[in-house]
C-alpha cells in the first residue's frame, strides 16, 4: 500500500491510477492522516435482461389518479 499526500496525489494522478490498476491501493492523507483510498473498481459484468420476472406483481389500477384523501397526505395538506 502506498500513502501520498493530497497535492502528491493531484500532481501524479496518473501514475497512481496507473499503480491501482496494476492491483495496488493508494492511500492519500492530509497531514498524515488517511483521509480517502484509491483501488480498483471490479468490472461486474454485462447486465442480466429479466432477471427480476415475477419478483415483483404492479397492480391493475396503477396508471389511475390517487383518491383524494392520498394526493391530499402527499402534498401535505
Known sequence: MVAVGVHEAKTTLSKLIQ???A???VVITRGGTPVA???SVTPQGP???GRDIGRFEVSDDFNEPLSDNLLDAFEGR
Do not use: A, Q
Open 37 to 39: 483510498k484509491l483501488v
Open 47 to 49: 447486465r442480466e435482461l
Open 19 to 21: 499503480k491501482v490498476s
Open 23 to 25: 492491483g495496488e491501493e
